[in-house]
T-cell receptor
Framework: KQEVTQIPAALSVPEGENLVLNCSFTDSAIYNLQWFRQDPGKGLTSLLLIQSSQREQTSGRLNASLDKSSGRSTLYIAASQPGDSATYLCAVDPSGNDYKLSFGAGTTVTVRA | NAGVTQTPKFQVLKTGQSMTLQCAQDMNHNSMYWYRQDPGMGLRLIYYSASEGTTDKGEVPNGYNVSRLNKREFSLRLESAAPSQTSVYFC????????????FGDGTRLSIL
């Protein structure tokens, strides 16, 4: 059974600092890995999707890397802002069709002004 | 844009009561999902519907039933609520194609006393 772990569970940084969020998974047979953002009281918003053949994906200040062989993904957020405060979750997909996503519990980020 | 709409947003039930959670999406997506989110845990899939007319069990289906009413609507029913079903329930939808991110509603917060 796929286990997805996100450490630390919570993180607090001053504004302007770069954020590094970690995601590890036990089974390297994945089709893609997805990063989501969740604001308090809201649903998840997809940030980035990395296919298993890719090493990284970028969107604005966000960059996600994937190392399948070591079972790790990292989400980098450059020059953090208070608006980046949220919970970030990763999920791995073994088949590409979303039916068996395994989610981590998330890292809750606070960016201090 | 409405996206994925869930009703109700909050509900308190007594043990043994029944309840139907409603979900509707306006993105013409084929696939729809029901998840539950508990503190300290990742989202867990309860049921999903790959396309109109089909439903399948996810990781934690016991105590729940679903109905894919049409392409837009996917409901989740608790026939006899138990305190262990206290959770936040999320509905999501996605295109029926590889590597498509899911779009989430804002959740239903359900407490069972």
């Amino acid at each position: 059974k796929q286990e997805v772990t996100q450490i630390p569970a919570a993180l607090s940084v001053p504004e302007g600092e770069n954020l590094v969020l970690n995601c590890s998974f036990t089974d390297s047979a994945i089709y893609n890995l997805q990063w989501f953002r969740q604001d308090p009281g809201k649903g998840l918003t997809s940030l980035l999707l990395i296919q298993s053949s890719q090493r990284e994906q970028t969107s604005g200040r966000l960059n996600a890397s994937l190392d399948k062989s070591s079972g790790r993904s990292t989400l980098y957020i450059a020059a953090s802002q208070p608006g980046d405060s949220a919970t970030y979750l990763c999920a791995v997909d073994p088949s590409g069709n979303d039916y068996k996503l395994s989610f981590g519990a998330g890292t809750t980020v606070t960016v201090r002004a | 844009n409405a996206g994925v709409t869930q009703t109700p947003k909050f509900q308190v039930l007594k043990t043994g009561q029944s309840m139907t959670l409603q979900c509707a999406q306006d993105m013409n997506h084929n696939s729809m999902y029901w998840y539950r989110q508990d503190p300290g845990m990742g989202l867990r899939l309860i049921y999903y519907s790959a396309s109109e007319g089909t439903t399948d069990k996810g990781e934690v289906p016991n105590g729940y039933n679903v109905s894919r009413l049409n392409k837009r609507e996917f409901s989740l029913r608790l026939e006899s609520a138990a305190p262990s079903q206290t959770s936040v329930y999320f509905c999501a939808s996605s295109e029926l194609a590889l590597n498509q991110p899911q779009h989430f509603g804002d959740g239903t917060r359900l407490s069972i006393l």
